[in-house]
């Protein structure tokens, strides 16, 4: 079915899931760079040696779009030795084994390996099974998809346990990066030109918890105000990110970080999943709806200009019609730039997995006012900005209709027109109307368009 790698190794790569998954395929596209691999995404018919599928499995429509885009890339590339790796793996190995387009399999913990795997052809899978992983996997990027923003992953794993998700029984415990892999990594990215950082993780705020004692920390050891600050003092960093924290890990320090630190943009993605706390509590989420509603408030009050966006499930089993309006009326009040809805999904190992499920008709239904509400917050929210003038830092520009777009610090997305590529330059932009799922914008006099380059 598969044949020799050829000697010019072009590679395709496949993800799905989390920004977590797609550092780790940015990592280990710039490894196999190194081994004389080339990328060959968006070369429509150009032959391929080798694909690689990063799997997610927190629902189970991930399980799905794993399963479909490894059978759809062995149909492409029928030569190729296709490789499979990501969070489906670490619970599903055995079934995924049966699979007969897959060569190879590599747990999450042997991605910074996959181009030594590739040279022992000795196993098709390697192991059946592994011990959970104790320290942060040795992985590190110089560049990003974009060519302005670039994620930088400080931590893996997870502590809590929800009794919805697999994501601490596929990823393990919560480790965290050394804090000088860090910032060599982000000094690497803003030479090339990135200049926001967005710092992620798989329970970002836990970071520093299993680390020793590093110099950067008055209490002996660094946590995630230490990373913020740290990358604060990096000259060349314009904007610093936090890409999606948990309540229960969005300590005072952090949330004073939002006030104190300029360069730390104020938004954030906070999962709440439910407004009803019997709920929250038959999730294990270890917090009420009136922290949620606390934190989100002190956060708008104290924070100019501060936005959040937020995770909401439907359905969670034995969910009454009231804990669903609690959830409404919650959303209702914090008003959520945008909300990601998903309903729920049953996951194997989990709690939840064992309650009875909830009708499909009524969760789809939920699903449906959850959106509508949803769209309506996210419409009223951006209204508010509409006549003021923001920065944007400008991303990509369609050549073919010459409109460029960019992000606010809170995280406002703008369209624009403007002569040239300003790609990488901070430029104030006056909102005019909504446009799409966010603005379009206009330059208030001649010559702005240059912007702050760097």
């Given amino acids: ?27 280990m596209r710039e490894s196999l760079e190194q081994k004389g691999f080339r990328d060959i995404e968006g070369e429509r018919g150009a032959p391929c040696d080798l694909v690689v599928v990063n ?32 969070c489906y793996v670490e619970k599903n190995r055995l079934e995924l084994q049966k699979m007969p387009e897959i060569d190879l399999i590599l747990s999450n913990d042997e991605k910074p390996s996959l181009a030594e795997k590739l040279s022992v052809p000795a196993q098709r899978f390697g192991e059946s099974s592994k011990s959970a992983p104790s320290s942060f996997a040795a992985l590190s990027v110089s560049r990003s998809e974009g060519k302005t923003r670039a994620y930088v992953k400080i931590q893996d794993g997870c502590d809590h346990a929800c009794s919805f998700c697999k994501v601490s029984i596929v990823r393990g415990g919560s480790r965290s990066r050394p804090m000088n892999a860090i910032l060599d990594e982000v000094k690497r990215l803003c030479e090339n030109g990135y200049r926001e950082i967005i710092l992620t993780g798989i329970q970002l705020g836990a970071y520093g918890r299993d680390l020793g004692s590093q110099t950067f920390s008055k209490e002996g050891r660094p946590f995630l105000r230490d990373v913020i600050e740290a990358c604060s003092a990096i000259e060349r960093v314009e904007r610093i990110r936090l890409s999606s924290i948990e309540l229960m890990d969005l300590d005072r320090s952090v949330r004073e970080a939002f006030r104190s630190v300029p360069k730390l943009c104020p938004h954030v993605h906070l999962p709440l999943q439910s407004g009803d706390n019997e709920v929250l509590v038959r999730m294990n989420r270890r917090y009420t709806r009136e922290d949620y509603r606390e934190a989100i408030l002190e956060l708008k009050e104290n924070v100019p200009d501060f936005e959040f966006s937020a995770d909401v499930m439907a359905g969670f089993p034995g969910e009454t019609k009231k804990q669903f309006e609690n959830t409404l009326e919650l959303l209702k009040i914090l008003r959520p730039l945008k909300t990601h809805v998903f309903p729920y999904s049953p996951r194997e190992g989990t709690l939840a997995a064992s309650w009875k499920p909830l009708p499909v008709k009524e969760v789809q239904g939920r699903v449906k006012q959850l959106m509508a509400l949803s769209e309506r917050l996210s419409r009223e929210v951006r209204e508010r900005y509409l006549g003021r003038s923001l920065e944007i830092l400008a991303e990509h520009k369609n050549e073919r209709t010459g409109i460029s777009e960019g992000f606010t610090r809170n995280y406002l997305k703008v369209f624009f027109e403007c002569s040239r590529n300003v790609q990488g330059c901070i430029i104030p932009l006056k909102l005019e109307r909504l446009f799409q799922d966010g603005f379009r914008g206009a330059l208030e006099s001649p010559g702005q368009e240059y912007g702050r380059a760097f």
């Avoid at 993800?15 to 550092?23: A, E, H, L, P």
């Avoid at 779009?65 to 296709?82: C, Q, V």
Wanted: proline share 2%; net charge positive.
């Fill in 1 to 27: 079915m598969t044949s020799h790698l050829s000697s010019k190794k072009n590679v395709r790569f496949y993800t799905v899931g989390c920004k977590v998954n797609q550092y780790e395929t940015q990592a």
């Fill in 55 to 86: 799997t997610c499995t927190v629902t189970q429509d991930a399980d799905r779009t794993s399963r479909y885009w490894i059978r759809r890339l062995r149909r492409e590339h029928p030569k190729a030795k296709l490789a499979v790796t990501g």
